[in-house]
């Protein structure tokens, strides 16, 4: 991977950035301190936006029979 942050790690529960930070390899989670169990994504430097807003596409589906 390149140079800087590779990884951004968030708690499961939880908004307004409280409890994100960032790492370089899945192995720096055992040194931080509290455990517990978080939610890790690659990160994207430099992500898509809509008028400078980050945003996420959320999708339902219902089947109804087969």
């Given at each position: 991977m390149?140079?800087?942050?590779n990884f951004i790690a968030k708690?499961?529960?939880g908004g307004g950035g409280g409890g994100?930070?960032?790492?370089?390899?899945?192995t720096d989670l055992s040194g931080?301190?509290?455990?517990?169990?978080y939610?890790?994504?690659k990160y994207v430097s430099?992500?898509?936006?809509?008028n400078k807003?980050?945003?996420?596409m959320w999708v339902y589906v219902m089947i109804?029979?087969?």
């Open positions: 390149g140079k800087g942050w708690p499961p529960a994100i930070f960032l790492i370089q390899k899945l931080i301190s509290g455990g517990g169990e939610v890790v994504q430099n992500p898509y936006l809509i807003k980050k945003w996420d109804h029979g087969i």
